[in-house]
């Protein structure tokens, strides 16, 4: 065969495996409720269509080759590690399982089913997230752990312990009922909304692997809006991400300048991801049934507006704003609350909102200490806003926004 | 407990000290170290010459060698160290992650040792 084949080869795996990976592990531990098994099994299956396929062709099903390979190492697994009576019903499940041929594009019950068990109130609420992009997307501990800024031997010890959790703890694989959906659902849309803000937050616009993260959330809650229909705040969710995603090429400059949002080149916004987003939020409207994300998602769609208006509702954004501290008063929150108070009615009223907030919460939080130095500069209280822009700067992670503060600081 | 913040540099990074007390760079290196003054983490630090000022010493079988330059022969050298008081490897990710050492350098984060240098042991 020859190297082009092979590369082709080669780039059909990378592809089946990112585009299946969480429905075949889905698919394989809704059956044993054993994710870690899952996960060896259709690593094992991947290590062999890298050696199978070039030699004898890609199959015409792939995803169906990966299911049934990894399913027979499963069925192995079980035996060699349990007692042979107590598997035998899931052994019988497996076996009975065929593949179906359309399984591909099927609806994703069982992908629904795993989001459910990774989010689930019995698992520590920290875990939400790393365990959805592990089993899910199917990415690495090392990389999760970057992202979420701890040790990869400690977030790797920590999956493990999450996924024994799952499989000895009696946590079932069931989308739950309609009553327990609502609660159920928002820690899945919490975890999925992390996600998102990791793949935002990871030098923004600059790495590829960032983008990658919020395009897979932005995927998982379109799963869900065709899933669970006629959930309001899914449909807020996903509208909240689109705005967001919609703003990507516009954030940095060309020379790689962080640009705040008020000042973005509305031209450089995506017009299909806000009609989209606006989409699904008056979807979401008319069922009545307000929330967090659809609050978070129409003040996003009020800085949408800047793109037709040439300016910014701040009046209304005040008042989701108020909305969103009555659910729950996160310190983000608060700070983008003083801030939209202080574009509505002066620096002085915003300054009077972030005193009020709790001072030994904010000591080092940084979105707090850059709004504080903004608003003392345009009170002309310039030898205090430096000492603030001090404080942001030192705070700051990310390159771009430092030099940011710096020049404003000046 | 206590951690210690290990600067590396790449020569890039090195030559940047010689800019203009006003430089943008540097003011960012300052702002980070009132960032971990206001916070309460401070403990001390201090940081160290050029690589090239670097003399290296080892006795092997009695005979004493010196060799010039620092001990690894790698891009990126140590240029310095913080040392914080803090609760966690976790805070002291978030503090590493801050630095401003982190965005072009890197930043090893090592416990201090105070049992080790009770019995004795290294500094």
């Known amino acids: 065969?020859?190297?082009?084949?092979?590369?082709?080869?080669?780039?059909?795996?990378?592809?089946?495996?990112?585009?299946?990976?969480?429905?075949l592990v889905a698919y394989l531990s809704v059956h044993t409720h054993d994710i870690a098994a899952a996960e060896d099994a259709l690593s094992e299956a991947l290590m062999s269509a890298l050696t199978n396929w070039p030699r004898d062709g890609v199959p015409q099903n792939p995803e169906a080759w990966l299911m049934t390979t990894a399913r027979h190492t499963i069925i192995d697994l079980i035996r060699h590690h349990r007692v042979v009576a107590e598997s035998e019903p899931t052994l019988q499940l497996l076996r009975e399982n065929t593949m179906e041929p359309?399984?591909?594009?099927?609806?994703?019950?069982?992908?629904?089913?795993?989001?459910?068990?990774?989010?689930?109130?019995?698992?520590?609420?920290?875990?939400?997230?790393?365990?959805?992009?592990?089993?899910?997307?199917?990415?690495?501990?090392?990389?999760?752990a970057g992202a979420f800024l701890i040790s990869p031997k400690t977030m790797g010890q920590r999956l493990v312990r999450a996924k024994t959790k799952i499989r000895s703890g009696g946590i079932q694989f069931e989308i739950p009922d309609r009553g327990?959906?609502?609660?159920?659902?928002?820690?899945?849309?919490?975890?999925?909304?992390?996600?998102?803000?990791?793949?935002?937050?990871?030098?923004?616009?600059?790495?590829?692997?960032?983008?990658?993260?919020?395009?897979?959330?932005?995927?998982?809650?379109?799963?869900?809006?065709?899933?669970?229909?006629?959930?309001?705040?899914?449909?807020?969710?996903?509208a909240l991400m689109l705005h967001c995603e919609a703003r990507r090429a516009a954030r940095r400059s060309h020379d790689g300048r962080y640009v705040p949002l008020s000042e973005q080149d509305p031209k450089l916004w995506?017009?299909?991801?806000?009609?989209?987003?606006?989409?699904?939020?008056?979807?979401?409207?008319?069922?009545?049934?307000?929330?967090?994300?659809?609050?978070?998602?129409?003040?996003?769609?009020?800085h949408a507006e800047r793109g037709r208006t040439g300016r910014i509702e701040w009046t209304a954004i005040v008042e989701f704003y108020e909305q969103l501290n009555r659910i729950t008063p996160t310190l983000g929150r608060q700070a983008a609350y003083a801030a939209a108070v202080g574009e509505t009615y002066g620096a002085e009223k915003g300054l009077a909102v972030l005193d009020a907030i709790?001072?030994?919460?904010?000591?080092?939080?940084?979105?707090?200490w850059a709004a504080r130095a903004h608003f003392l500069q345009r009170l002309g209280r310039t030898s205090q806003a430096s000492s603030a822009y001090d404080r942001a700067i030192g705070l700051a992670e990310d390159a771009a926004i430092r030099e940011f503060l710096i020049r404003k600081r000046g | 407990m206590q951690f210690a913040l290990l600067i590396y540099h790449s020569p890039e990074e090195f030559d940047m000290r010689k800019k203009d007390y006003g430089d943008p760079h540097l003011g960012a290196w300052r702002a980070y170290y009132k960032a971990l003054v206001d916070a309460g983490v401070y403990v001390g630090s201090d940081a160290l010459e050029v690589p090239e000022a670097a003399t290296t010493v080892r006795l092997r079988e009695g005979k004493r060698r010196v060799q010039d330059g620092p001990f690894?022969?790698?891009?990126?050298?140590?240029?310095?160290?913080?040392?914080?008081?803090?609760?966690?490897?976790?805070?002291?990710?978030?503090?590493?992650?801050?630095?401003?050492?982190?965005?072009?350098?890197?930043?090893?984060?090592?416990?201090?040792?105070p049992e080790a240098k009770r019995r004795g042991f290294t500094g």
């Open chain 2, 72 to 113: 690894a022969e790698t891009k990126e050298q140590l240029a310095g160290f913080i040392v914080l008081e803090l609760p966690s490897l976790d805070s002291a990710l978030e503090w590493a992650a801050r630095c401003p050492g982190a965005s072009r350098g890197a930043v090893e984060i090592r416990p201090l040792a």
């Open chain 1, 1 to 23: 065969m020859n190297d082009i084949h092979q590369e082709d080869t080669q780039r059909t795996i990378e592809r089946v495996a990112r585009e299946s990976y969480g429905r």
């Open chain 1, 358 to 368: 709790d001072q030994d919460a904010v000591s080092t939080y940084q979105p707090y």
């Open chain 1, 102 to 144: 359309g399984f591909s594009t099927q609806f994703p019950d069982d992908l629904l089913k795993l989001l459910f068990v990774c989010a689930h109130p019995a698992i520590d609420a920290t875990m939400h997230t790393p365990l959805m992009l592990q089993t899910v997307l199917g990415l690495d501990a090392a990389r999760i």
């Open chain 1, 180 to 238: 327990d959906l609502p609660g159920r659902l928002d820690a899945v849309l919490e975890a999925i909304y992390a996600a998102f803000g990791i793949g935002w937050d990871d030098l923004v616009g600059v790495d590829q692997r960032g983008q990658d993260l919020a395009e897979e959330a932005i995927w998982l809650a379109r799963v869900l809006v065709q899933s669970i229909p006629g959930e309001a705040e899914v449909l807020g969710l996903l």
């Open chain 1, 270 to 302: 995506s017009l299909s991801l806000i009609e989209e987003a606006e989409h699904h939020l008056a979807t979401a409207a008319k069922l009545g049934r307000p929330g967090r994300f659809q609050l978070e998602a129409a003040i996003q769609s009020i």
